[in-house]
């Protein structure tokens, strides 16, 4: 299954009646892309989808920052924001080893610069992992 990604720009402001209100579109062209999910997510988002906004929560920005919260706590898992998903999405593609230009392309980001130095990371778990590789190899070729 695919699924069409639209973000809106999540810069929350109050308004004049202290309601918030996001702004629309998103920051460029390359956010709005199409990209494949699988089934258990887009059966969970099509339960709690707001067909009536366009929106998948209908709640406010802040009331997602403080479920996300919750429900790190209550998982037992390092907290995180909603954007700091984007930045784990970014670091799980570098240790799927997916090539640079389809992690791009998936999380919408221009510039490799962008992508290398902001969001991508490095699990630990997987340097070590290439550690290993690395002193393999050179074992291997020197014995």
């Known amino acids: 299954m695919t699924l069409k990604i639209k973000p809106l720009r999540l810069n929350a402001l109050p308004n004049k009646e202290h309601k918030f209100v996001l702004k629309e579109g998103a920051k460029n062209e390359s956010s709005q892309r199409t990209i494949k999910c699988p089934?258990?997510?887009l059966n969970k988002?099509?339960?709690?989808?707001?067909?009536?906004t366009g929106q998948v929560?209908?709640?406010?920005?802040?009331?997602?920052?403080?479920?996300?919260?919750?429900?790190?706590?209550?998982?037992?898992?390092?907290?995180?924001?909603?954007?700091?998903?984007?930045?784990?999405?970014?670091?799980?593609m570098v240790a799927l080893n997916i090539t640079d230009k389809y992690a791009m392309a998936r999380g919408g980001w221009?510039?490799?610069?962008?992508?290398?130095?902001?969001?991508?990371?490095?699990?630990?778990?997987?340097?070590?992992?290439?550690?290993?590789?690395?002193?393999?190899?050179?074992?291997?070729?020197?014995?």
């Open 39 to 41: 089934d258990y997510i």
């Open 45 to 52: 988002l099509k339960y709690i989808y707001n067909g009536q």
């Open 57 to 92: 929560f209908n709640m406010s920005p802040e009331t997602v920052r403080r479920r996300t919260h919750e429900i790190c706590e209550k998982a037992g898992i390092p907290d995180t924001t909603v954007h700091g998903l984007r930045h784990t999405n970014a670091a799980v």
């Open 110 to 143: 221009t510039t490799e610069n962008t992508f290398k130095q902001i969001y991508s990371y490095v699990f630990p778990e997987g340097a070590d992992h290439a550690d290993d590789l690395i002193n393999q190899f050179f074992e291997d070729i020197t014995t």
